[in-house]
């Protein structure tokens, strides 16, 4: 008897933990019947189902990420460019989720990843290699995202983000690029040097303009002030003359005698009663 009861208890605890089953919060879970879908999307916690008829399967909820291996795509000027990406995802409808990929997610990450480079094909399409390396990485985020994310609901899943890890040149592109970017560059170098050489010419004409004005008004000034010395000189010897007029002449040829008679190998003929010599004549 003893053991008939232990018999049936443990075959009520087998057919008990075949009846119940747990749903993690990391976890979506869907319940068939008979290879049915019954049930889906249950909450947290203990559930039950009924052996040998239920089964229960479970799918990873958090958030999944994608590393698609990086793919060529042709910008607006036709040129190829090397993307690296990778997008994370994860299950919004769980039913859909398993009636599209069969709930698997390496099958869910190949029917998502040709979505993708298809979306990438089209923004890439339109937009240049200089866009595409600068500026517009979050206007391409934006329409990827807004792109991709109806496809990827027919598959049950939910878009995250879609992120580019990194925008390569193929060596003949980056070539082509590089030689692009060195002609613009010493282009502008030209330019500056254009520019730095008028600015120069300007200044050094202005510098010349500027001298000969101080020049002009230099020379000007020194003439006014000559001629004011001599005004002066000459109002000062005429005065001089004026007050005693035979001691001015006497000065005169004081200076005269000097400049004429003073150095030696000067030779003056002149006749002895000429007024030159009147003051030697002269006694007192």
Do not use: C
Request: proline share 2%; aromatic share 10%; no cysteine.
């Amino acid at each position: 008897m003893g053991n008939k009861i232990i018999v049936a208890v443990g075959a009520l605890l087998v057919l008990l933990s075949m009846s119940v089953f747990t749903v993690t919060e990391t976890e979506r879970a869907i319940k068939f019947q008979l290879g049915e879908i019954v049930a889906v999307d249950f909450r947290p916690g203990i559930h039950f189902k009924l052996p040998l008829i239920n089964n229960v399967k479970k799918f990873d909820a958090r958030i999944l990420t994608m590393d698609s291996t990086p793919e060529r795509f042709l910008t607006a000027e036709k040129k190829n460019v090397i993307v690296d990406s990778f997008v994370k995802w994860r299950i919004a409808d769980v039913k859909t989720f398993y009636t599209s990929v069969g709930g698997d997610a390496n099958q869910a990450n190949i029917r998502l990843d040709q979505i993708i480079k298809d979306s990438f094909r089209s923004e890439f399409s339109k937009r240049e290699i200089k866009q595409l390396v600068s500026t517009d990485r979050s206007a391409i985020r934006e329409a990827l995202i807004t792109n991709v994310s109806p496809h990827a609901l027919k598959l049950g899943i939910n878009i995250v983000d879609v992120q580019v890890k990194r925008i390569d040149l193929p060596n003949e592109v980056s070539s082509s690029v590089y030689q692009r970017m060195e002609a613009e560059r010493a282009r502008v170098a030209r330019e500056f040097r254009s520019q730095g050489s008028e600015a120069a010419e300007r200044i050094r004409a202005d510098a010349d303009k500027q001298r000969e004005i101080i020049l002009a008004n230099a020379y000007r000034d020194s003439e006014v002030m000559r001629g004011e010395g001599d005004a002066q000189a000459a109002d000062i010897f005429a005065k001089a003359y004026s007050e005693d007029q035979d001691f001015y002449a006497f000065y005169r040829s004081m200076i005269a005698y000097k400049q004429s008679l003073g150095k030696s190998g000067n030779i003056m003929v002149l006749e002895p009663d000429s007024d030159f010599f009147k003051f030697f004549k002269q006694q007192k």
